[in-house]
T-cell receptor, first 114, second 113 residues
Framework: SQQGEEDPQALSIQEGENATMNCSYKTSINNLQWYRQNSGRGLVHLILIRSNEREKHSGRLRVTLDTSKKSSSLLITASRAADTASYFCAIPPGGGGSNYKLTFGKGTLLTVNP | GAGVSQSPSNKVTEKGKDVELRCDPISGHTALYWYRQSLGQGLEFLIYFQGNSAPDKSGLPSDRFSAERTGGSVSTLTIQRTQQEDSAVYLC???????????FGEGSWLTVV
């Protein structure tokens, strides 16, 4: 099944630094989504990037998508301690359609040290 | 409601007992999902409901797991004869028919002792 794989598995940085997380996948996609999860519950949707988009911004978040390399990256600029969380990429099955379910990778655990 | 609501937020049950977990999706959302997340792991898809279509049950790990969605709104995930390996956070999510964004509830943390 289509599944994104996040890299690195864990990332520790100092407050104010930028954090970059990557997601790779195997087959063609219609879109790719990034989610955040605090303390093992309550995923929050961050951003969706469609296959015809190369870059998307939302506040301090920047997502890029390279369909030729089948990869996406999530950049958090000027990180804060409150950004500490796990970050997941999620991918719908190829072609979307009515029978639609996301598959998630295991996530990147980001720790931002004050 | 304003968001996806799940209950109970925490449940401790004895091995062998049945449990029911409830999900109230965002009003108007026709798609509803159940996922499971074990400690330190990614999300595991369980079941998907879309409108009046037959649900996609392909992720249910065993026949002890079942789910229903009454009236196209509230859903209940039932785990019969619980086992210790069922301990996990069970996350419900919903989305609109036309949109791709999925909104998650806070989850139900199940501990089987």
């Amino acid at each position: 099944s289509q599944q994104g794989e996040e890299d690195p598995q864990a990332l520790s940085i100092q407050e104010g630094e930028n954090a970059t997380m990557n997601c790779s996948y195997k087959t063609s996609i219609n879109n790719l989504q990034w989610y955040r999860q605090n303390s093992g519950r309550g995923l929050v949707h961050l951003i969706l990037i469609r296959s015809n988009e190369r870059e998307k911004h939302s506040g301090r978040l920047r997502v890029t998508l390279d369909t030729s390399k089948k990869s996406s990256s999530l950049l958090i600029t000027a990180s804060r301690a409150a950004d500490t969380a796990s970050y997941f990429c999620a991918i719908p099955p190829g072609g979307g359609g009515s029978n639609y379910k996301l598959t998630f990778g295991k996530g990147t655990l980001l720790t931002v040290n004050p | 409601g304003a968001g996806v609501s799940q209950s109970p937020s925490n449940k401790v049950t004895e091995k062998g007992k049945d449990v029911e977990l409830r999900c109230d999706p965002i009003s108007g959302h026709t798609a509803l999902y159940w996922y499971r997340q074990s400690l330190g792991q990614g999300l595991e898809f369980l079941i998907y409901f879309q409108g009046n279509s037959a649900p996609d049950k392909s992720g249910l790990p065993s026949d002890r797991f079942s789910a229903e969605r009454t009236g196209g709104s509230v859903s209940t995930l039932t785990i019969q004869r619980t086992q210790q390996e069922d301990s996990a956070v069970y996350l419900c999510a919903s989305s609109s028919t036309l949109g791709n964004t999925i909104y998650f509830g806070e989850g139900s943390w199940l501990t089987v002792v």
